[in-house]
């Protein structure tokens, strides 16, 4: 698309966001939190359970923490137009909300409060004319 904006995230990056944004939604309630056996034991039940210490969450944050201060509101701005808040065509008024949302709360708390954030992700770069599809899987 010409007339699409330029996002300053690398592909690559924001799906890798997506890919962990997916493993987090897939999380479910801790239902047996002083459970002292063994994972392997419980057919690795407690790893689909949302633990304070999850490895994807904080791979998440890190992911999104690392990412500059335009970068972080171009993620948002993506999640917004993958939600349907606006337009590509719209693109620049919605990144002036992202920025003003971004002074006022952290992003990444932000984003893992999205509960359809991969999807929303997926589809916002879709509408730029974008896919995951477009880089290799063994590079996520």
Partial sequence: MADSPTIEI??????????????????????????????????????LEDHKDDPVVAELVGAISALSDDQQIDLVTLAWLGRGTGTVDEWDDLRSEAADAHKRQTTPRYLLGLP???DYLAEGLDQLGLSCEDIEADHL
């Fill in 10 to 47: 690398p592909l690559e990056t924001v799906c890798f966001i997506i890919v962990k944004a997916r493993e987090f939604d897939a999380k479910d309630i801790v239902t047996d939190p002083d459970s002292g056996s063994n994972a392997a034991d419980e057919d690795m039940m407690s790893v």
């Fill in 116 to 118: 359809l954030l991969a």
